[in-house]
């Protein structure tokens, strides 16, 4: 019997040597490099070469997506498994842009994620019935991509001038992107913004 080799992604220790026990139970799947930032997740894929990598979707370094979308791009025949505690609007929507065959809510019941990982190495496309309904009910974001970057920016906790330098911008402009994303956002504040974006998923 051929193993499914697997790279996990997990920033918390105690959780990502749980998930490599419970993967490990499996006679069909063998993990093969564990880390615990998503900027590691390409080059350790590049050096062990999975079939599957099980990546969480909030990682120091960078997020579980961004390094899926890149994984795509340097070894497509990994295919990659998001896990989450998260179920945002929009969230399945960006993973799917990204490539991603398989997204899994981290409550699920323990089976489910091998069954997942084999499905994903099958080629097929596994997603959580509930995170496929928000995706379904997600509304679009009513941001243009440089007001969801300065958006980005300040959620961040950039001021003004640090936007302003950082998207070769003046402050002024900045200033009236931001009112804008206020009022399109129907927000109380920039603070209000922020939540509003985040939880839509509309910016990350």
């Not at 992604?9 to 419970?22: I, Q, T």
């Not at 979308?69 to 609007?89: D, F, N, Q, W």
């Not at 990982?117 to 991509?145: M, N």
Request: hydrophobic letters at 50%; proline letters at 5%; glycine letters at 4%.
């Amino acid at each position: 019997m051929l193993s499914v080799k697997i790279l996990l992604a997990e920033d918390v220790h105690m959780v990502r040597g749980a998930l490599v026990a419970l993967l490990e139970l499996e006679p069909d799947l063998q993990v093969v490099a564990s880390v615990d930032r998503g900027d590691l997740i390409v080059e350790t894929a590049l050096r062990t070469r999975p079939d599957v990598a099980v990546v969480d979707i909030d990682l120091p370094g960078t997020d579980g997506i961004t390094a899926a979308a890149e994984l795509y791009e340097r070894l497509p025949t990994c295919r990659v498994l998001i896990l989450t505690s998260l179920g945002r609007p929009g969230m399945v929507r960006r993973a799917l842009t990204a490539h991603v065959c398989g997204f899994l809510l981290k409550d699920a019941p323990p089976y489910r994620l091998a069954h997942s990982v084999r499905a994903v190495a099958a080629g097929k496309r596994v997603v959580d019935p509930q995170l496929a309904l928000s995706a379904w009910e997600a509304v679009e974001s009513p941001l243009s991509p440089r007001e969801a970057e300065v958006l980005r920016l300040a959620a961040r906790g950039a001021d003004a001038a640090e936007i302003a330098d950082a998207l070769y911008l003046t402050k002024g402009t900045v200033r009236n992107y931001l009112t804008a994303i206020v009022a399109k956002l129907n927000a109380r504040n920039r603070i209000d913004a922020i939540r509003i974006a985040r939880e839509a998923d509309w910016i990350p």
